[in-house]
């Protein structure tokens, strides 16, 4: 089955400070990709998702995530970070072959002033 | 308003008490999974279902039912709830597997 690994437990970043938050997949086909994002007592929200197709995925909130299946990677970018993105991201993998969803552990944002 | 209920949003209880967390969608999606997220852990899948009567295990399915009656609805029962599963509970919904899920604002159930 497919599997998802965050490395980053928590990140602190400044405001207006650039963005990069990991994610690696282990699948032998090609996953459907997803990042969530959950703020505080919230239900969890999609940024963006990747099926196929162009590997720079727009998202909402400024928010971009770049497939590199050379490096099982999708990692989530923002250029400028604001105090509200403050919040735990979740990536998430889903597989062709089968129909369950697996995610990662979360990487908690914190944003200094 | 299109959305994800969830009931109750907590509940304490003891071990063996059996229980029942409703959940309930009105987009009409076919698939309707449940998750429990806990510390350093993040959302691990219990059960999903693609489609009334149709439902299929997860990563973490022991000690869980769930039943597809009907298609908004996709009750997660507890028989007999120990510890171990005290958690945050979250119900989801989308068109398919692959599409975007939706949630609900999640159940923090406790079991003493």
């Known amino acids: 089955a497919q599997s998802v690994t965050q490395p980053d437990i928590h990140i602190t970043v400044s405001e207006g400070a650039s963005l990069e938050l990991r994610c690696n997949y282990s699948?032998?086909?090609?996953?459907?990709l997803f990042w969530y994002v959950q703020s505080p007592g919230q239900g969890l929200q999609l940024l963006l998702k990747y099926f196929s197709g162009d590997t720079l995925v727009q998202g909402i909130k400024g928010f971009e995530a770049e497939f590199k299946r050379s490096q099982s990677s999708f990692n989530l970018r923002k250029p400028s970070v604001h105090w509200s993105d403050a919040a735990e991201y979740f990536c998430a993998v889903g597989a062709v072959r089968n129909n369950d969803m697996r995610f990662g552990a979360g990487t908690r944002l914190t944003v200094k002033p | 308003e299109a959305q994800v209920t969830q009931n109750p949003r907590y509940l304490i209880t003891v071990t063996g008490k059996k229980l029942t967390v409703t959940c309930s969608q009105n987009m009409n999606h076919e698939y309707m999974s449940w998750y429990r997220q806990d510390p350093g852990l993040g959302l691990r899948q219990i059960y999903y279902s693609m489609n009334v009567e149709v439902t299929d295990k997860g990563d973490v399915p022991e000690g869980y039912k769930v039943s597809r009656k009907e298609k908004r609805n996709f009750p997660l029962i507890l028989e007999s709830p120990s510890p171990n599963q005290t958690s945050l509970y979250f119900c989801a919904s989308s068109w398919g597997s692959r599409d975007t899920q939706y949630f609900g604002p999640g159940t923090r159930l406790t079991v003493l």
């Open positions: 699948y032998g086909a090609t996953p459907y």
